[in-house]
């Protein structure tokens, strides 16, 4: 069955450096495109960044663009989101979602909370 | 582009049916089929509950449906149930760069 498995949240201080890290296993990871979506403490569900199966096609909100950067490994099956600069806005729970086209199979989520 | 526009809240007594609305635009749900909705309890992963607009994943009740006129899709529960409680989230594919949308989200309260 198809289980994806966030690692790496965390608390860290404003200003820092985060990695997320997503393993995947139970479909083809080459055959999809992968995603990052979180959700703050009380609020809705924001689409933070997605990747394209071959990682030629990258996306970012503006509200992390230039901060976070999304990657993916196909020889570990897993997906990466590296996040610096962090902001006490960024404390939220992190999912990453295999999409086909929309988020179908989620991770059970990373809590990254910022603060001094 | 902007969120999906979701009522923020609905209502029903146990065994009503309540419907939920997602409002996009002609560029994202007017356009594709690809809209589907999740369900998420307190603490919980989002669940899909219906995807392709209409379609169930495997296990989830049929008393959850789904459709589409025009650039409004809707999510339609049916004969409530107290653990059908949550917050419901449309989510569209766009076809474009931003590739996926979110609503912002509906807490249904079963009275």
């Known amino acids: 069955q198809v289980q994806l498995v966030e690692s790496g949240g965390g608390l860290v201080k404003p200003g820092g450096s985060l990695r997320l890290s997503c393993a995947t296993s139970?479909?083809?990871?080459?055959?999809?495109?992968m995603g990052w979506i979180r959700q703050a403490p009380g609020k809705g569900l924001e689409w933070l960044s997605y990747?394209?199966?071959?990682?030629?096609?990258?996306y970012y909100a503006d509200s992390v663009r230039g901060r976070f950067t999304i990657s993916r490994d196909t020889a570990k099956n897993s997906l990466y989101l590296q996040m610096n600069s962090l902001r006490a806005e960024d404390t939220a729970v992190y999912y990453c979602a295999r999409v086909s086209p929309i988020p179908d199979h989620w991770g059970q989520g990373a809590l990254v909370t910022v603060s001094s | 582009q902007s969120a999906l526009t979701q009522p923020r809240s609905v209502s029903g007594s146990p065994g009503q049916s309540v419907t939920i609305s997602c409002t996009g635009t002609s560029s994202d749900v007017g356009e594709f089929s690809y809209v589907s909705w999740f369900q998420q309890h307190p603490g919980k992963v989002p669940k899909l509950m219906i995807y392709?607009?209409?379609k169930r994943p495997s296990g989830v009740p049929g008393r959850f449906s789904g459709s589409k006129s025009g650039n409004t899709a809707s999510l339609t529960i049916s004969g409530l149930q107290a653990e059908d409680e949550a917050d419901y989230y449309c989510c569209v594919y766009t076809g474009s760069y931003t590739y996926v949308l979110f609503g912002g989200g509906t807490k249904l309260t079963v009275l």
């Open positions: 990747i394209s199966n071959s990682g030629s096609t990258i």
């Open positions: 139970g479909f083809i990871f080459t055959d999809f495109y």
């Open positions: 392709d607009v209409n």
